[in-house]
């Protein structure tokens, strides 16, 4: 099998929706977890849900701020910014494609509202899953990122390419999430 074929796509499935806008892909690179810098490896590194690992940190709520989107039949793909409650503060941008078949119907009616994080309806809705980040990311900003993110100027950002999955290995969702920085 060619290499190509059996290399991860590590911006997968954000690099869709920059193909979609006609935007250049990102520039990232795969970095080890060890070579995380803090926070972020705390924020990234683990086989948590993000959402509840991020309203931890930040001592806050979560709410989506839907950017981009689009669904087929099987399933709903966004491009979003996680944002704080009371400061309405961005502490993620990304990407998800989610696999609405593999989600009881409770759940994906809450999932197409574009409201709450999947995270937290995946905890509310007790749906089983697990985590299992592909690998982490070094990424420089671009505009879209300081955009969706708030950013004044060029940074150097840290994010996980990681995959949701129920017990017995079906897909709920593929996800980009990549940190801003945490300036105080």
């Not at 995959?163 to 940190?179: G, K, M, N, Y």
Request: proline share 8%.
């Amino acid at each position: 099998m060619p290499e190509a074929a059996t290399k991860l796509n590590l911006l997968y499935p954000l690099d869709i929706f920059y193909r979609r806008m006609s935007l250049a892909q990102p520039r990232a690179e795969e970095v080890a977890a060890e070579a995380l810098p803090e926070p972020y490896r705390q924020l990234l590194a683990h086989y948590n849900d993000m959402t509840p690992t991020l309203e931890e940190f930040h001592g806050e709520r979560i709410f989506i701020e839907v950017l981009e989107q689009w669904r087929d039949s099987a399933t709903l793909s966004r491009m979003v910014s996680l944002r704080l409650h009371g400061s309405l503060r961005a502490v993620e941008f990304g990407a998800i494609i989610i696999y609405l078949r593999n989600f009881p119907a409770t759940a994906r009616e809450v999932i197409l509202e574009g409201r709450l994080p999947l995270g937290t309806i995946m905890a509310e809705h007790d749906v089983e899953r697990r985590s299992h980040p592909q690998c982490f990311l070094r990424f420089q900003s671009d505009p879209l990122m300081r955009r969706a993110l708030g950013l004044a100027q060029h940074e150097t950002l840290y994010g996980r390419r990681n995959i949701l999955t129920t017990p017995d290995s079906r897909t709920l969702a593929e996800i980009v999430e990549i940190l801003p920085p945490n300036h105080p």
